[in-house]
């Protein structure tokens, strides 16, 4: 955290000065473990058998806040009798089949209970679970699932829970992962003295995490820790996602993501709803606050279409763009190799230096009819044609490259309004210091005024196909010289409106009848009485510690979601402490620090009468709200693509057999089969021709893909040139010299860096063999003021199958001291180049 | 320490005496994410001139000098610490991760941001024959880059070897302890953008009394090592602007441990200087006098 957000972890070091204790997990000793309390180094890729070691520790030691874990978890709720655990069945979940390599989730539903999908609906199994949302499991009717509140009954979560991370002791911990058994210990100790009624701890994680073959996971093996612990909803709580950019968390809110649109809502898939009324029975859940998905969905389409958009044409439903499978960012890349993708947008990305295996991104960049880049250099992306390796190795050539490359320069941040969403989905609004100079522009710029010449240039169009562009609302005020789109004007159709004009107030006013729009259902409350809220400032010392007037916090500028939680089911607080939002039985309301995550006038021992809907089905003792029963869940019986509960499985290039499965990586991760993608050879010790764990990171010096560090002097030069982290074990072991080249191997191809021999990186003892790790940043390319190959090269595409994230915290890679060929002996090194034997079938294990 | 420390410079010659003004840089908060070497380059306008990869950990500007006024040290530390083993004379190579119990608490990254020391005798000040070099209504020692002529002398006076030459034009360059942003009531750069505030500034006093408030507090939590550096108005430079918390021997941080102003004992060298001259003087007198005897 300390690397890469180093003005964020000030309020760490803060509350270190306060007595907080630090502890930092990590393959390397970073900046963050330098002033940490403690640091533990593991093996990169096995965060969730780490993880699953706390949890068996704590269910070991009866640890667990059984008060908040029997009212607010899914631990009593009684699963499926045809549900069979990876324990029984070599690290495979019931309901798995070879040869889609995808789960059918039936057999892990709730007893006598079909739970719809958790996130929209997924069409699982068939390869399509392309929707994503993030609603709660559908309860028939707001009917509870079978429960064991003693948590004694063989199939409730929670005995299922204790059995399955039943081997996940601490010395398989030192097995797996390499770390010492009294380091493991003092941090599972530290986690749960630091927890319960008067105490609080909050876990935060950055990309480490989620760049796996198994990413979604590991954040799931920390929501069951802190679920067990009793860590949600309370303030000093959570789970804390350090996101990779400024705005990423708004970025999913209002999704630069295929399958989602506004606030979480599923993308609609081509051929599976008949019509609005369809689409929406198909994904609002009866129960909780996606109960009213209707007028969220309705307003969203209002928003877009305006008075075109009625009840008698679906609200222009049909208006929707569709997809009809993965369009994810890796899976358009490799439609592109293969001629299906014939124009693409790169808007601030440089997959060119930023992607895993970024050879593999030039090549499809190179098989494009055309190119935009909007960025504040010709980075990589834009410049591949001309000067990219492959143009050096000869295995591309320009006048060979048929994409047409547009250069569009870009503002930056100071030079236009608008807002970041922070990860704890905090609006901050910004605004522009000085104009952009030249042609540079901001995106709201470039993409109001793209409309605007479209629509002009299809205006006398009588094609049916055209109204969707043609009846959009997209009248928005310009000002100053070059025409700037007025930003707030956006955030107030964001946060919508009502049928008289004035701006809504919050979310639970929006309509399903088509008399109030709203382009972010999520964010409506943003611009309440017409005030940007975003754009408050009230100095901490003005208010109460929570300082819910500074900005404003999606939803309902709430502070801490599901903060019902952080009272006891009575309504009152679980400590004086650690008191949060309360009862009060006089006023009969909600009160407190926050605004309260439901009613406020819902009275604790509230229960739903039959036939209630949506968060009205929902008892006084439910605080996860988006869940359609209401408790946070230990166990997923839908919604996941690999599983209903965390597994180790071995990243999908390991140099160790899975000490724990048979199965040796995630059965269910998603491959991308490409000649330009070849795998390592996975497990197999000290005989795998790559046998080194490889891991990827940032440097605080620069900004991803380096197009807004590298062309910068005063950061170039802090971190100049491209280098690799090796312990002296390993630099002995293979005669690597400090401050020497080396030349680092995978099947995909060969790069080179300086060597920086370090105390920093250890070698770790893992099954009884000493395992080597090599850090590589990977900001470099070959563009810039200073140039260096990127880390990224090295790494094969293989996905997270929820998300499909891929793979870069951990491959597997050789080293050997000295440069790499050039030029076309570059091209002919890369061919000879051992690969795994056969390549891995979708889903199968290689 | 005296009132006279903390004080502007009493030869100084000012009217409007300000507090004297500092740094107090805790280095035990330092994350090295060196905003302080970018917003000090960002305002004083100083170039990118070292594209090179030095080794030396993840530090790439390497030391003080012309065109790094900021400079943030990286030190990887293995067990046992260096003055450990001096005392016990073991020097036991350890490995973090492998020393079993509390082995890896004793490995260490040690970070700390240096700077100008704005000493109370600054010998860079005193040897200037130009005048470039004076001491601001601060205190502060700043260069007047319209008057510096680039003799050099400067450079050796400075016993932290802070001040350096630009090779480009020959000029001397160091901090101002941004003379101008004081001068509108501003903290400096650097300050300002430290995160975790391991930069602070303010009247020296108000340093002092916070750095011997943040050793209590690193020394009650078991800091191996902790320890103030500054030099005090006894000391070779009389006292200087810029504190330090560090975790080690000055040493280590590539800091002297003992300074001593160059200038500072010139009074006594051109006293020694006269009564061995005059000691000569008599000598051949009297050597002359035995001749005519």
């Known amino acids: 955290m300390a690397e890469q957000h180093p003005v964020g972890f000030q309020w760490v070091v803060e509350a270190q000065r306060r007595g907080a204790k630090v502890i930092h997990v990590d393959p390397r000793f970073t900046r963050t473990s330098a002033v940490a309390d403690l640091h533990i180094p593991l093996r990169s890729g096995t965060d969730i058998a780490y993880l699953g070691g706390i949890i068996n520790y704590i269910l070991t030691n009866h640890r667990e806040f059984r008060e908040y874990v029997v009212a607010y978890t899914n631990a009593a709720t009684i699963v499926s009798e045809e549900y069979v655990d990876a324990e029984d069945n070599g690290g495979i979940f019931s309901g798995f089949d070879e040869r889609s390599g995808t789960y059918e989730v039936s057999s892990w539903q709730y007893e006598d209970m079909e739970v719809a999908s958790a996130s929209g609906q997924h069409e699982m199994g068939a390869g399509l679970g392309e929707q994503h949302g993030a609603h709660g499991g559908s309860l028939e009717h707001g009917q509870p699932p079978s429960e064991d509140p003693t948590l004694e009954h063989p199939r409730c979560v929670f005995q299922l829970l204790k059995r399955h991370y039943e081997r996940y002791t601490p010395e398989m911990v030192a097995e797996v992962c390499g770390v010492p058994q009294e380091l493991f210990l003092e941090h599972a100790e530290a986690l749960c003295a630091n927890s319960g009624r008067e105490r609080t701890g909050a876990m935060a994680y950055a990309v480490g995490w989620t760049q796996h073959s198994v990413g979604v996971q590991y954040i799931r093996t920390a929501a069951i820790i802190q679920l067990l612990l009793g860590n949600i909803g309370r303030p000093g ?9 400024a705005s990423i968390q708004g970025s999913t809110d209002i999704p630069t993501l295929y399958n989602l649109l ?6 609609p898939h081509a051929e599976h709803y008949e019509g609005l009324d369809d689409y929406i029975d198909k994904n609002a859940a009866p129960t909780g606050y996606w109960g009213n998905m209707d007028a969220y969905m309705v307003s969203l389409l209002k928003a877009y279409w305006g008075e075109k958009a009625t009840a008698e044409n679906d609200f222009c439903f049909d208006y929707l763009p569709r997809i009809s499978g993965d369009h994810s960012a890796y899976a358009s890349v490799m439609d592109m190799l293969d001629g299906k993708v014939k124009g693409y947008f790169l808007p601030g990305q440089n997959p060119a230096v930023g992607s895993a295996n970024s050879r ?35 295995e591309l050539d320009t006048p060979g490259i048929g994409t047409e490359v547009f250069f569009l320069p870009a503002a930056a941040h100071v030079e236009k309004d608008g807002s970041f969403t922070n990860t704890q989905r905090l609006l901050q609004w910004h605004d522009a210091a000085v104009e952009p100079k030249g042609d540079c522009r901001s995106e709201l710029w470039f993409y109001y ?49 009502k049928a008289d004009g004035s701006p809504l107030g919050s979310y639970t006013e929006m309509q399903a009848d088509g008399s109030t ?96 809907q949506a968060e009205d089905a929902l008892s006084g003792t439910e605080p996860f709200i988006m869940q359609a029963d209401g408790k946070g869940w230990l166990f997923v019986p839908n919604g996941l693509k690999d599983g209903p509960l965390p597994t180790h499985y071995e990243p999908h290039e390991s140099p160790v057999t899975n000490p724990l499965y048979k199965q040796q990586a995630n059965p269910a991760r998603q491959l991308a089969p490409h000649r330009h993608n070849p795998s390592n050879p996975s497990g197999g010790g000290g005989e795998n021709p ?45 005669g690597l010299e400090h401050g020497g080249w080396a030349t680092l191997i995978s099947s995909r191809t060969a790069i080179e860096a300086r060597v920086l021999v370090t105390d920093r990186i250890a070698p770790l003892r893992v099954a009884g063999n000493t395992v080597h790790q090599i850090g590589v940043p990977y900001h470099w390319g070959f563009r810039g003021l200073v140039t260096g190959d990127s880390g990224n090269e090295l790494l094969g595409v293989v996905m997270d199958p929820n998300v499909h994230i891929s793979e870069y915290k951990t491959a597997t890679c050789d080293i050997r001291p000295g440069r790499r060929p050039r030029g076309p002996a570059l091209a002919r090194f890369i061919a000879d180049l051992p690969r795994a034997d056969d390549a891995p079938t979708e889903g199968g294990d290689s | 320490m005296s009132a006279g420390f903390t004080a502007p410079s009493a030869t100084s010659g000012y009217d409007d005496a300000q507090p004297r003004m500092g740094f107090f840089t805790d280095t035990s ?41 900021r400079h943030v040290a990286f030190i990887e530390q293995r067990v046992p610490r260096i003055q450990e083993a001096a005392l016990s004379g073991v020097f036991t190579e350890e490995r973090p991760g492998e020393g079993g119990e509390g082995g890896l608490a004793d490995f260490r990254w040690l970070m700390s941001s240096d700077v100008c020391k704005h000493c109370t005798t600054a010998s860079c000040l005193d040897v200037c024959p130009t005048g470039a070099l004076f001491k601001t209504e601060f205190a502060t020692v700043v260069v007047q880059e319209d008057i510096c002529n680039g003799c050099g002398y400067c450079i050796p006076a400075c016993p932290y070897g802070v001040i350096d030459q630009r090779k480009d034009d020959g000029r001397a360059w160091k901090c101002t302890l941004c003379y101008d942003r004081l001068k509108g009531d501003l903290e400096p750069a650097c300050a300002k953008a430290c995160p975790t505030d391991s930069i602070n500034f303010g009247p020296l006093e108000a340093m002092e009394r916070m750095a011997a408030e943040r050793l209590d507090t690193v020394m009650a939590a078991h800091v191996p090592g902790a320890q103030l550096y500054g030099d005090g108005p006894s000391g070779g430079m009389d006292g200087v602007g810029s504190l330090f918390l560090l975790l080690d021997q000055p040493e280590v941080y590539g800091l002297p441990p003992d300074p001593v102003a160059v200038t500072k004992h010139v009074g006594q060298l051109w006293r020694a200087a006269a009564v061995a001259g005059a000691a000569l003087v008599g000598a051949a007198v009297a050597s002359f006098a035995g001749v005519r005897r």
């Open chain 1, 237 to 245: 709580g959570g789970i804390l996602a350090l996101r990779g950019h």
């Open chain 1, 262 to 267: 506004p606030g979480y809502i599923p993308m």
């Open chain 1, 360 to 394: 593999m991104h030039r090549f499809a960049l190179a098989s494009l009819d055309w190119l935009v880049v909007r960025d504040f250099s010709l980075t990589e992306s834009a410049a591949f044609w001309y000067d990219g390796p492959e143009i050096e190795s000869g």
């Open chain 1, 449 to 497: 005024h793209l409309g605007r010449i479209i629509r002009e240039k299809l205006a006398t169009s009588d094609d049916e196909r055209d109204r969707p562009l043609l009846d959009l609302t997209w009248e928005y005020p310009v000002q100053g010289r070059q025409s700037e789109p007025d930003a707030e004007a956006v955030l107030a159709e964001i946060n919508g409106w």
């Open chain 1, 517 to 612: 729009t709203g382009g972010v259902w999520i964010y409506c409350g943003v611009y309440a009485d017409g005030v940007n809220q975003a754009r408050r400032r009230r100095p901490g010392d003005e208010q109460s510690w929570v300082a819910p007037e500074w900005g404003w916090a999606w939803p309902a500028n709430r502070r801490i979601i599901y903060n019902r939680a952080s009272a006891d089911p009575d309504g009152q607080p679980w400590s004086e402490r650690k008191r949060y939002v309360w009862w009060d039985a006089e006023q009969e309301q909600w009160t407190g620090e926050d605004v309260p995550d439901f009613k406020a006038s819902m009275p604790p021992d509230y229960v739903p009468p039959d036939g209630s």
């Open chain 1, 690 to 734: 790559y046998p080194y764990v490889l891991t990827t990171y940032r440097l605080t010096e620069h900004h991803t893909a380096g197009g807004m560090s590298r062309t910068v002097p005063h950061l170039a030069e802090l971190q100049p040139e491209f280098f690799c982290e090796v312990s002296p074990e390993l630099a002995a072991e293979r």
């Open chain 2, 29 to 69: 908060v330092c994350i090295g994410c060196k905003a302080c070497e970018v917003a000090c380059k960002e305002w004083n306008d100083i170039p990118a001139t070292l594209f090179e990869f030095s080794g030396k950990s993840y530090d790439n500007t390497v030391g003080l000098g012309a065109d790094v006024w």
